[in-house]
Nanobody, 122 residues
Framework: QVQLEESGGGLVQAGGSLRLSCAASGSISSRNAMGWYRQAPGKQRELVARISIASGRSTNYADSVKGRFTISRDNAKNTVYLQMDSLKPEDTAVYLC??????????????WGQGTQVTVSS
């Protein structure tokens, strides 16, 4: 099993920055993806950013965060980071880290972190 521990949320003014971290532990497959979803009250859960090392390295971002957020990872530490710059009030949400293994040519189920609150004041 995989466990995820998130940190780094908080309250910031619009235009400010925050960095989220998510450390994975347990049975970590060498081929996997990690990333972040977010969920705001009354809205659907949205994929924010994803970084995969299942086949080479690839990243994906939601259009709403492109150019402002950067996802990265330290494979030695099994940790993924989300650098969030130029934050806007609409970025306010609970940010949930996830881990997904890739094995036998298939993606496994998403494993979720506990979530961390990000609040951006105007």
């Amino acid at each position: 099993q995989v466990q995820l521990e998130e940190s780094g949320g908080g309250l910031v003014q619009a235009g400010g920055s925050l960095r989220l971290s998510c450390a994975a532990s347990g049975s970590i497959s060498s081929r996997n993806a990690m990333g972040w979803y977010r969920q705001a009250p009354g809205k659907q859960r949205e994929l924010v950013a994803r970084i995969s090392i299942a086949s080479g390295r690839s990243t994906n971002y939601a259009d709403s965060v492109k150019g402002r957020f950067t996802i990265s990872r330290d494979n030695a530490k099994n940790t993924v980071y989300l650098q969030m710059d130029s934050l806007k009030p609409e970025d306010t949400a609970v940010y949930l880290c996830y881990f997904q293994s890739f094995s036998s040519l298939r993606w496994g189920p998403l494993v979720w972190g506990q979530g961390t609150q990000v609040t951006v004041s105007s």
